[in-house]
């Protein structure tokens, strides 16, 4: 009997064909495997109990880093052959997205590089099927050594045996090398010129052990690294880097030494060794042993573990934590390329470590936390990148949807898969627009795909959006608008296979509404291709536009005036006594005429108001940094007592009043309230107000599925508390592998534009 077997999902460059050749000798099966661009074909022959044999274990067991998406099977004729073979890669008709994410050093390849008996002792540059880099070294698919960035490396004898045998863990492994054959270290100066040294990373090391800044090559990127121990050290990086405030990343090289700087949960442990080694946001403990720069009044800390053997090696020359951060100045794509990393990072760096091995994609680092016990990816990139979500029902036609303004990702999807890309960053600048465009254009040629209808945000002056006209044109294919808080919505449906009716909390700073207002604080009921706006928080005024963002006493001033009126006890508040008269009664002015005063109906902004007033802290020195300060402040007990709200139903849109919360929250300040125990309260009263909206939409839809999505879902307190109020009675599904941010927004994009031309 003849059996051929379909296997779609991450299947190659993960030791999947060597898997498949063990299993079948193991059944005494012959036959052949191999790659082609949808993943892999078996035709196997043999008695029918081991062909079921093989396909029972193929959907059983599995090499660690694949991800098996469809598997199917059918007869076909028997032929006759003398064994079990694995063949050259072929063609196929749809390319489907094959090339695995980067995975971080697998166990054994750790001990490989810290053994001086292994001839790979101390190689950077260390790797197997089951670990390396992968989508950050590809040109294209499928994924064989030619289309890749280790084609210059001509493999030795040794390495050349390991890679052609199907019972070593390195058969095929593409990024196979060692010190005989493979990329090398080196380091050069600030200005590219050479630097002698015996031991390359070594130099480093020790460089970064005596308070230098060094930038480090790795797989997706550069890194910016120094000792995390010293305030002298990390104020400089943060001086040169222009990042005054902004939490950085902090490596450390085991999980015992992260469980010394951080309470680790067992789900941030498992987040944290992880094949794809996001950064994970933990708990400093008190006592670590940390230069406070770090992050600075937060109780959270970034921490990733080595994802590359050059990482593991560099941790042990230094002999301590390290700043690992982006390798750019701020809101600057991450560098990637030697050349352009020298020019860019030279004014920050005192030393490169760099090596010959090019990148083909730029790819900065994952970021993730746990809420409520599971993970939640923040930022949707390396060792997640280009992993496809599988989407319940198929898209008609391939779709390029090119996400938001900030946190941007764009996402390409066609049959029954969407592969959001790399995390890009805010398109404020020529640098990162440039490096969006490049990004999808390797992403298409990856996938073989054409776009056919080309999705984008409501808001005309995102350049996504005008990248999005001029390339729907360019083509000739439609354009589809998709309001931003529908695609919020939508992202959550596709990730959660969900066609929807849903009711949807997308909860966020601001995003342009359908009426043309700033939306953000939206009950949605959402389907595919449409959806209702069924209730919505009572607007604020952000008087002097988007400065109100980054000076928040102004919005703190906007909702105190709203709740009392010409009563609003200004000169007894901290927060305006701070503030210089002549400026605050220029404020008071804009909001009472309206001039430059757009309303925003933003969740985002309503913490920006509290965090402004309780923590007395009137200026952001970026996005969402006192919100996030509020979040951190509160008490780490539940059961505080949720300030009061009303909910005004006499409208077609049900609006959320803050104001009894904003009186009670004044009250609370003036008494001189610990500003923990207001942020319980105020995370509590947001808890309440969203279940109290769905409960009273659900009166009229029926008890659908509930999603929460959008940026303000980053905040584990508050989706803690809207899981603990809503789970009794409703289906609740917050985001986990897509970002509930801007992040996964792109996303949301390509299924509301199906859904719009295939309702």
């Known amino acids: 009997m003849g059996r051929r077997v379909r296997v779609t999902g991450t299947v190659q460059g993960v030791g999947f064909r060597p898997f498949v050749y063990r299993l079948a000798h193991e059944a005494g099966l012959a036959g052949r495997v191999r790659n082609d661009a949808s993943g892999v074909t078996i035709e196997a022959f043999g008695p029918a109990v081991a062909l079921d044999e093989l396909e029972r274990r193929l959907r059983s067991d599995r090499p660690p880093a694949a991800v098996i998406e469809t598997l199917r099977s059918e007869p076909i004729a028997a032929e006759r052959m003398d064994g079990f073979e694995i063949v ?79 019972l070593d863990r390195r058969f095929h492994a593409q990024p196979n090398a060692c010190p005989v054959c493979g990329p090398r270290v080196r380091v050069v100066a600030r200005d590219g010129t050479p630097v002698e040294a015996a031991d390359p990373v070594a130099h480093v090391g020790a460089a970064l052990a005596g308070g230098q800044i060094a930038a480090v090559k790795g797989i997706g990127g550069f890194h910016l690294a120094c000792d995390a121990t010293s305030s002298a050290a990390v104020a400089t990086l943060r001086a040169r880097k222009r990042r005054e405030e902004k939490p950085l990343a902090l490596m450390v090289r085991d999980l015992d030494a992260a469980r010394a700087v951080a309470d680790l949960g067992e789900a941030e442990a498992a987040l944290l060794a992880s094949v794809e080694r996001p950064i994970v946001l933990c708990r400093r403990r008190p006592d670590a042993a940390l230069a406070p720069e770090i992050a600075p009044d937060s109780p959270l800390v970034g921490l990733l573990l080595p994802y590359a053997p050059l990482h593991h090696l560099l941790l042990d020359a230094a002999g301590r934590p390290l700043v690992m951060t982006s390798g750019n100045l701020s809101e600057e794509p991450i560098a990637f390329e030697d050349d352009e990393a020298i020019r860019r990072l030279g004014a920050i760096a005192d030393l490169f470590l760099v090596h ?29 990148v280009p992993r496809p979500v599988t989407v319940h029902r198929r898209f008609e036609r391939p779709v390029l949807a090119v996400g938001a303004q900030l946190k941007n990702t764009f996402c390409l999807a066609r049959g029954d898969e969407a592969v959001l890309g790399p995390h890009v960053g805010d398109l404020d600048n020529l640098e990162t627009y440039a490096a969006f465009e490049a990004a999808i254009a390797r992403l298409e040629g990856f996938l073989a795909l054409r776009p056919e209808v080309v999705a984008c945000d409501l808001h005309p002056l995102y350049l996504s959006t005008r990248y999005a006209r001029e390339r729907a044109a360019a083509l000739g294919v439609p354009l589809v608008e998709v309001q931003h808080h529908h695609a919020h919505a939508a992202a959550a449906m596709a990730e959660h296979g969900l066609d929807g009716p849903v009711l949807a909390l997308a909860w966020d700073g601001t995003g342009l509404g359908s009426d043309g207002t700033a939306w953000g604080g939206e ?25 109100a963002i980054r000076e928040p006493w102004r919005l703190a001033l906007a909702a105190v005036l709203d709740a009392f009126g010409e009563d609003a006890p200004l000169e007894d508040l901290p927060l305006f006594r701070a503030v210089a008269p002549g400026e605050l009664a220029v404020v008071r002015r804009l909001l009472a005429t309206g001039l430059n005063s757009p309303r925003a109906h933003g969740v985002g902004r309503a913490f920006d108001a509290a965090g402004a007033l309780a923590l007395g802290r009137g200026v952001s020195h970026y996005e969402g940094q006192v919100a996030l300060a509020l979040d951190n402040a509160a008490d780490a007990g539940p059961g505080a007592a949720p300030y009061p709200f009303d909910v005004d139903t006499g409208g077609p849109t049900a609006e959320l009043d803050l104001r009894p ?46 999603v ?3 940026g303000c879902f980053q905040n584990a307190r508050l989706t803690e508390g809207l899981l603990g109020e809503l789970s009794a009675d409703f289906a609740v599904y917050p985001h986990g592998q897509v970002p509930p941010g801007d992040g996964g927004i792109a996303l949301g994009q390509a299924l509301v534009a199906d859904g719009r031309a295939h309702p």
Do not use: Q
């Open 356 to 384: 010959d091995r090019p990148i083909a994609s730029r790819c900065d680092d994952s970021v993730a936390r746990t809420i409520a016990g599971r993970p939640l990816v923040m930022r949707r990139s390396r060792g997640y």
């Open 708 to 710: 929460l999505t959008g």
């Open 523 to 547: 009950l949605l009921l959402a389907e595919r291709g449409r959806f209702e706006r069924l209730a919505t928080f009572r607007p604020l005024a952000l008087a002097g536009g988007d400065r």
């Open 661 to 706: 919360l904003w009186r009670a929250l004044v009250a609370d300040v003036l008494a001189g309230t610990a500003p923990a125990a207001i942020s319980a309260r105020f995370h509590a009263a947001l808890a309440r107000a969203g279940a109290a909206l769905v409960r009273h939409a659900s009166r009229t839809t029926g008890r659908l599925p509930v």
């Open 88 to 166: 050259a890669s072929g063609p196929a008709a749809e390319r489907r997205t094959a090339i695995p994410p980067d995975l971080a050093t697998c166990p054994a390849c750790e001990r490989e590089v810290f053994d001086p008996r292994d001839r790979r002792h101390g190689y950077p540059f260390t790797n197997c099927t089951d670990c390396g880099p992968r989508f950050t070294v590809a040109h294209g698919a499928p994924y064989d050594r030619p289309a890749t960035t280790m084609a210059a490396f001509v493999m030795c004898p040794a390495c050349a045996r390991e890679y052609a045998d199907p």
